[in-house]
């Protein structure tokens, strides 16, 4: 693949989650920073359900902003108020972020409603009034369709009102069906819905694990690629290996297709992602700061 495949014009990013004890801390705090000299050209860092990681998501947010790094934390719906939401605004704002994902979030177990914004756009929308453009704003994108989607046809309706509410780019679910993403992205383009939507990626360490997520989340594991994890049993070099193989490839066709970078979901290792980033030869993103005029 050649060089131009990887410029520095691709936006190539790393997705956290924050720690729940002390030393949880510490342990992200020593990954974050190893994962920090590949140079991604961000790092989010998720928003539990109804808020209940809000102040370890801040707290995460301003350590990796400190640390020189920019960060993107997520915002959901679910269980939001307007006033909590704009006093996150607030305070992202007098803290220099520029960087935002926008999500509905799932309803936590016991909640019948979902707050002040029933969907993603409401969330977008109501961003971009209380701030204007401040904010470059992420969405999520769904390759093989949101689970709660009544059709294709609502959900790629549903991904175009967040465009139209003024999301400016959009992260998707993970997947390993690279046609699933790229017939997505010309449905998309159907509906004049042209903004960057960069892939998720998520190495396979586990296959418990990975069937687990993917049980909850809708993305499919080929029937090919489960019948060769569930073959090594607890042999767990073994999948290592196969899961590289198979994620470095998805990662090689979705960039020779003109995918406009790679996100990687790291669940808090960085083993895996940093294999991956010198098997693909990503470059490091060597301008950071807080202007993103220039686009992702």
Known sequence: ?????????????????????????????????????????????TFGAGGSTRDRTLDTVLEIQTDGQ?????????????????????????????????????????MAEPGAFRYASDLVRFIRAETGDWFHIEVAAYPEFHPQAASPQADLAAFRSKVD????????????????????????????????????????????????????????????????????????????AFGLDVVSQLCERLLAGGAPGLHFYTLNQAGLVNELWERLHLPAHAARGTELASGL
């Open 1 to 45: 693949m050649t060089a131009d495949l990887r410029n520095a014009s691709r936006c190539f990013s790393l997705e956290l989650f924050p720690p729940q004890t002390p030393e949880g801390t510490e342990k992200l705090r020593a990954v974050r920073r190893q994962l920090a000299e590949l140079g991604p050209k961000f790092f989010s860092v």
């Open 70 to 110: 920019e960060a993107a934390p997520h915002l959901s719906c679910v269980g939001s108020t307007e006033e909590n939401i704009r006093e996150m605004l607030t305070l992202y704002r007098g803290q220099g972020i520029r960087h935002i994902v926008a999500l509905r979030g799932d309803l936590p177990s016991g």
């Open 165 to 240: 509410a003024g999301a400016d780019s959009a992260i998707t679910q993970y997947f390993y069906n690279s046609d699933a993403y790229f017939r997505f992205i010309d449905d998309c383009a159907a509906l004049g819905v042209t903004i960057p939507v960069v892939p998720g990626i998520m190495p396979i360490s586990s296959y418990s694990k990975l069937a687990r997520f993917s049980d909850t989340c809708g993305a499919e594991i080929p029937r090919w690629v489960r019948k060769k994890l569930e073959s090594y049993g607890d042999d767990a070099a073994s999948i290592r």
